[in-house]
């Protein structure tokens, strides 16, 4: 593309979706604005022509049914990124276009308690950034218009072990505050029986409009500064050359590159630890002057929801698809049934989500299980620790321009690991009953399941929101306007501005954040 130099009232940094929907809403406001995102288009749409065999108006990327094996696909690694710590997709959507597509409305809770989020980012301020963003993508419990949940064996087997310990089953849509011992279909980002998400519900809009550019293949190396302003941003195209975009006068830049890879875009603009900043410079890039440096804690208070694994194996009936059919369309029965928007094509990847919480000296913590098939019979139990966790690490940049974890974000808490400890004991201790008629494949040995953690892939806090101002020994890297503390119009709209941890899997609350961001920035401009 060729870019208009001194045009945009706003360049937003990164288009994943914190990036789309603040880019969407800035531009229906009126303001110039170019989106830059590091990756290509996953969607015909966007420019992918990787399509399904059996419709050529797919993608492997757009149908829910191959969500659940997403990392075979061949291009899983053309769309991850590979200078992140943890897991990132650097592609148009970011994680929501490879994510499983687990799509949990949140709790009140969330923002109320625990006082983390700052006084005019709690539930009853963000309701209608929400609702606006439920309107346009609205996530589905029953996403097969025949009205019908397909391959239910799992959750004939688990809610009737449930039931049978007192929980009871709910809507997670409808009753998004109901988060102890309760159980749900899982709600899916599926609109029109495609994977859903701001690339699809939020990008065509924006489209629309001739105030707005997209820039694909366009990875933003740091922001321009003259001192606390900033006045453009340094890329590097697909070809490997440089340049600077200039913002027009009293242009904004905002960034939304993601929580692991935001750090990395302000440490290379001269914004966080002083080691970090100098880490930035030794690795080529063209930093500020030191004079220019703020020292904001960015990185530090890094925080994810950690997972523990349970295999259960039970004498339900229902395995795993045949994703290779499915790929290459000898799977008729599925892929006909598709043809009329119904089926199991049309859901993701797990049968059932359930919520749960405890409390430990007097603070509660929630926990999410993601249930799927694993094998034939065989249940896999993803169990988060979620909102109420305690811990967190730091994330920090290496002289090769990646971002590593210096410290880790799980665990590190004695309240956290009693609390873990306590609820998967319980979840063990039922499932252990002999007449639940489930039995976990490997003996029962907790400090074995707690001491395997994977990473929720649900990062937050690399450059947290507060009202401490962290050039004054706070915790806070930017206002409860998203602005950057020291800089007079740079913002940052995505996961790592998040204080708290929610409830269930993340995306949903991205969005509802990015959402409630672009109101206050556009408040003031
Ligand atoms: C494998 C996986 C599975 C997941 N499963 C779920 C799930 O089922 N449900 C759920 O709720 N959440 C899930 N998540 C988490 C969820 O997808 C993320 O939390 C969410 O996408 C974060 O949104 P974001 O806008 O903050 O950042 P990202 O989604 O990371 O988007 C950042 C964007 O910025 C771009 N970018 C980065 N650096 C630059 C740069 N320098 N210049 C230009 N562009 C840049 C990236 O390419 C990307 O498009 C999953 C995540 C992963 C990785």
Redesign the pocket.
């Known amino acids: 593309s060729s870019f208009k130099n001194e045009y945009y009232d706003y360049i937003v ?7 789309i929907i603040t880019a969407e809403r800035f531009v229906e406001a009126g303001k110039k604005v170019l989106l ?4 290509v288009g996953p969607t015909v749409a966007t420019g992918a022509n990787e399509t399904l065999p059996w419709n050529k108006d797919l993608t492997a990327i757009d149908l829910p049914g191959l969500s659940a094996d ?1 990392g075979s696909l061949d291009v899983w690694n053309d769309y991850m ?1 590979t200078d992140t710590e943890g ?10 276009t ?7 409305y949140p709790p009140a809770h969330d923002f109320d308690d625990n006082n983390n989020w700052p006084e005019g980012w709690k539930w009853k301020d963000l309701k209608p950034a929400a609702e606006r963003l439920y309107q346009r993508n609205p996530g589905t419990t029953l996403p097969s218009a025949d009205g019908k949940h397909y391959d239910q064996g799992l959750y004939s087997v688990l809610s009737k072990f449930f039931n049978s310990v007192g929980w009871k089953s709910v809507d997670m849509i409808s009753q998004p505050d109901e988060k102890h011992q309760v159980y749900s279909y899982p709600s899916w ?1 599926i609109k029109d029986q495609k994977r859903a998400g701001p690339v699809r519900t939020y990008l065509p809009l924006a489209e629309k409009h001739s105030n707005f550019d997209l820039s694909l293949s ?4 740091r922001v321009v500064r003259s001192g606390s302003k900033v006045t453009g941003v340094e ?1 590097e195209t697909a070809s490997k050359k440089t340049k600077i975009i200039s913002l027009a006068h009293n242009g904004r830049v905002v960034l ?7 750090p ?2 302000l440490f290379n603009s001269g914004i966080g630890p002083k080691k970090q900043i100098e880490t930035a410079k030794k690795s080529g890039i063209n930093v500020p002057a030191e004079k220019e440096w703020l020292d904001l804690p960015v990185g530090l208070g890094f925080r994810d929801h950690p997972i523990f694994t349970l295999n259960v194996q039970t004498n339900g009936s229902f395995g795993i698809p045949d994703y290779d059919a499915i790929l290459n369309g000898t799977d008729r029965k599925d892929i006909s049934l598709y043809g009329k928007d119904s089926g199991l094509l049309t859901q993701g990847k797990h049968r059932m989500i359930f919520f749960s919480s405890n409390e430990v000296n007097g603070q509660t913590r929630y926990y999410q299980g993601s249930c799927a098939p694993d094998a034939d019979s065989v249940l896999e139990i993803k169990a988060y620790l979620t909102h109420g966790a305690t811990s967190s690490g730091v994330l920090v940049l290496t002289s090769e321009q990646k971002t590593v974890i210096e410290k880790s974000p799980y665990m590190q808490t004695a309240g956290d690991r009693k609390a873990a400890a306590a609820f998967i004991q319980s979840l063990i201790k039922d499932i252990s009953d002999p007449g639940s008629g489930l039995e976990l494949t490997t003996k029962p040995n907790i400090t074995a399941i707690l001491s395997t953690i994977s990473s929720g ?3 937050t806090t690399t450059a947290k929101m507060g009202t401490d101002d962290g050039r004054k020994g706070g915790s806070s890297v930017v206002d409860t306007n998203t602005k950057v503390y020291g800089m007079d119009n740079l913002f940052v709209v ?3 501005i998040h204080p708290d941890l929610p409830t ?5 609350t ?1 969005m509802v954040i ?1 959402e409630a961001a672009a109101e206050r920035i556009l408040a003031q401009h």
């Open positions: 940094v990164g288009g994943g979706p914190a990036g830059l995102e590091r990756g997403v990124c897991m990132a997709a650097c592609v148009l959507g970011g994680g929501v490879v994510n499983y597509m687990v799509f949990v980002n366009s990875k933003v190396l890329i939304a590159a993601g929580a692991l890879s935001t990395r875009l892939n649900h990062y995505d996961g790592s269930g899997n993340i995306q949903t991205i990015a």
